[in-house]
Each structure stands twice: as structure tokens, then as C-alpha cells.
């Protein structure tokens, strides 16, 4: 029988560095997961494996789930209120959130939300938020340096994304977020806040989070604006 050739990338998608770090993280589900870990704090697949669609199913039961909704509606609860303070405008791009939690919050405070997964946006948006959206982007630097360009010149970012600073923590088996089903690539605070200032924007907050309050536990939350000056 012959033998298919296994073509593995090394080359980090962020910095273009080269990592020899691999992990091979078998899942529940019984699918395995190839990754390399850069020394920027990126990690990325090492085996590029095809991804499947979010089932109805598993968006059904995250809509009707009352603990994930108060855990999501949690990111609101702490960072709204600052972002109502950062930017007078009240446009809203509220990139494919599978919760439904947010867009009927903030309408009633007097935002126009567009919910959306286009490619081309006609607007300029006073605040994106990215709640855990980016690693699931197959091209996500291109994608983050897209949707940047729909910021307002005083327009604010709110992204949240697994952490990868707590693989060390905790070690790479016991790191809760791998998904070779849905996800391309994962950030650390450090490498996402350095491609953010290097396409004009300020971050304003960088947190580490290991509370359970969110719907993510050792994630990170990166609040940025559109650089002034």
C-alpha cells in the first residue's frame, strides 16, 4: 500500500520565524492535532488538518445554555462600559458571534449593530469585537489586517482568544483549548499586541484570564484603539 507523504510547515505564519516545537495533542473526539510552537508565543498547525462547520446543533445548544450565555455576556459586563467611554461613535461590527448575546445589549444602549461575516464592509465601525473569532480564521493575519481597516479613526478592538503563555503553565495536555476541528492558529498576548501596534493601533488592555467567569478559561483580553498620534 502506498504510503501518503505527510507535509508539515514550520515556518510561522506571524513572524516568519522557524519552529522546531511540535506537539501531537490527541482530542476527546479521537482526532489529533499537529502544532508548533513559536518562540513570538504563537502556535500553529504543524499538519494542516481540513475543518468541520459548527453543527446546528452546537450552536443551538450554546444559544440555550444560560451559564455560557452569562459567562459570555461576562466580556460585556467588564469591557462595554470602557469602550462607551473610549469612542462617541455608535457603529458596531459584531464579527460572527455564536452566542447572540451582544447585539440586542448593545442596540438597546443605542448601537447600530451589524452582524456580519462579509468580506467587503461599506461602513467604518466605532467598535469590532472579535470574541474569540480570530483562531478559527484560516488566513487570520490577513483577515485581522482586513477588518482593522474598518476602524474609524478613533475606533476600538476588543479581541479575545485562547492564551498560549498557559501551555507552559500548565503543560500542553492540560492546556483546555485545543481544537484541531476549528481552529488554524492561536496568539499569546505579546505576538497579537505586536501586530496590532504594527498596523496602527494602540492596545489600551492586555489581560491574562484564568477565571472560569468567561466562557474561555486561560484566555486572553486585548482591548485596542486606532492610533491618534
Not at 182 to 206: A, F, Q
Request: negative net charge; contains cysteine; glycine residues 6%.
Amino acid at each position: 500500500m502506498e504510503q501518503v507523504e505527510v507535509k508539515r510547515y514550520n515556518k510561522c505564519p506571524v513572524c516568519g520565524g522557524i519552529s522546531l516545537s511540535v506537539y501531537e495533542i490527541k482530542q476527546i473526539s479521537g482526532l489529533s492535532g499537529f502544532w508548533c510552537h513559536c518562540s513570538c508565543g504563537v502556535v500553529f498547525e504543524n499538519v494542516r488538518a481540513d475543518k468541520i462547520p459548527y453543527s446546528t446543533k452546537e450552536l443551538t445548544d450554546l444559544n440555550e445554555s444560560k451559564e455560557i450565555g452569562n459567562r459570555y455576556f461576562h466580556y460585556v459586563k467588564t469591557y462595554f462600559p470602557l469602550i462607551e467611554e473610549l469612542t462617541l461613535g455608535r457603529t458596531m461590527l459584531n464579527f460572527a458571534d455564536k452566542s447572540n448575546y451582544l447585539g440586542p445589549y448593545a442596540s438597546v444602549r443605542g448601537w447600530y449593530v451589524k452582524d456580519s461575516d462579509a468580506d467587503e464592509q461599506v461602513l467604518k465601525y466605532d467598535l469590532i469585537w472579535l470574541c474569540n473569532v480570530l483562531h478559527e480564521k484560516k488566513d487570520c493575519v490577513q483577515f485581522l489586517e482586513l477588518i482593522i481597516s474598518y476602524l474609524s479613526d478613533t475606533g476600538v478592538i476588543f479581541i479575545s482568544e485562547p492564551n498560549t503563555d498557559f501551555i507552559f503553565k500548565l503543560g500542553a495536555s492540560h492546556w483546555g483549548n485545543w481544537s484541531a476541528e476549528h481552529s488554524y492558529l492561536y496568539w499569546n498576548p505579546k505576538s497579537l499586541g505586536k501586530k496590532l501596534e504594527s498596523i496602527g493601533l494602540d492596545v489600551l488592555i492586555s489581560r491574562a484570564n484564568n477565571e472560569e467567569r468567561y466562557v474561555y478559561k486561560n484566555d486572553f483580553h486585548l482591548l485596542a484603539q486606532r492610533r491618534m498620534i
